[in-house]
T-cell receptor, first 113, second 117 residues
């Protein structure tokens, strides 16, 4: 089955700096890679996703890059703000009805004002 | 769009009682819903996959007789924790899959905090 590794487990950045979280996956058939943000006591919120037909996707201050050959993908947050502080999860799956996501272990991001 | 709700948001019960948690997709139909549990500072652990009109598929190690899942409609799935014990205390989160434009995207509910005394 799929295995997703996520690094780092914790990340502390100064407000305004960039944050980068990296994930690797094992199943070369995986073609869908979402990122979720989870604030304390809440459910995960989808913030961006990428499918294997593209190498990069951007939405305002967040971007995701995908390297299919190396089987890794990364989340980039620019101009970080205190409200970006949360736990971020990457995930991977083969996109088909009913298929389940495999999650990374999570990265706790702290943005210091 | 793509809103998933859960009810209740938190529940405290006595050991031995049963607790039902509802998961609803509010603005889309979801043929597949998933149930997760999450312990503090850990990742999400998939418990089961719930398909409308059929039996749920449980992950290895999850007792199907203890965690009863019903997916009676395209917008509602329920998880019942039967004969709850303190070790069942956890954060339970559901998700629903929206199929659109030949792609499917998973959206999560806000979670239910279960405390068993």
């Amino acid at each position: 089955g799929e295995n997703v590794e996520q690094h780092p487990s914790t990340l502390s950045v100064q407000e305004g700096d960039s944050a980068v979280i990296k994930c690797t996956y094992s199943d070369s058939a995986s073609n869908y890679f979402p990122w979720y943000k989870q604030e304390l006591g809440k459910g995960p919120q989808l913030i961006i996703d990428i499918r294997s037909n593209v190498g990069e996707k951007k939405d305002q201050r967040i971007a995701v890059t995908l390297n299919k050959t190396a089987k890794h993908f990364s989340l980039h947050i620019t101009e970080t703000q205190p409200e970006d502080s949360a736990v971020y999860f990457c995930a991977a799956k083969r996109e088909a009805a009913g298929n389940k996501l495999t999650f990374g272990g999570g990265t706790r991001v702290l943005v210091k004002p | 769009g793509a809103v998933v709700s859960q009810h209740p948001s938190r529940v405290i019960c006595k050991s031995g009682t049963s607790v039902k948690i509802e998961c609803r997709s509010l603005d889309f139909q979801a043929t597949t819903m998933f149930w997760y549990r999450q312990f503090p500072k850990q990742s999400l652990m998939l418990m089961a996959t719930s398909n409308e009109g059929s039996k749920a598929t449980y992950e290895q190690g999850v007792e199907k007789d203890k965690f009863l899942i019903n997916h009676a409609s395209l917008t509602l799935s329920t998880l019942t924790v039967t004969s709850a014990h303190p070790e069942d205390s956890s954060f339970y989160i559901c998700s629903a899959t929206r199929f659109q434009s030949n792609t499917d995207t998973q959206y999560f509910g806000p979670g239910t905090r279960l405390t068993v005394l």
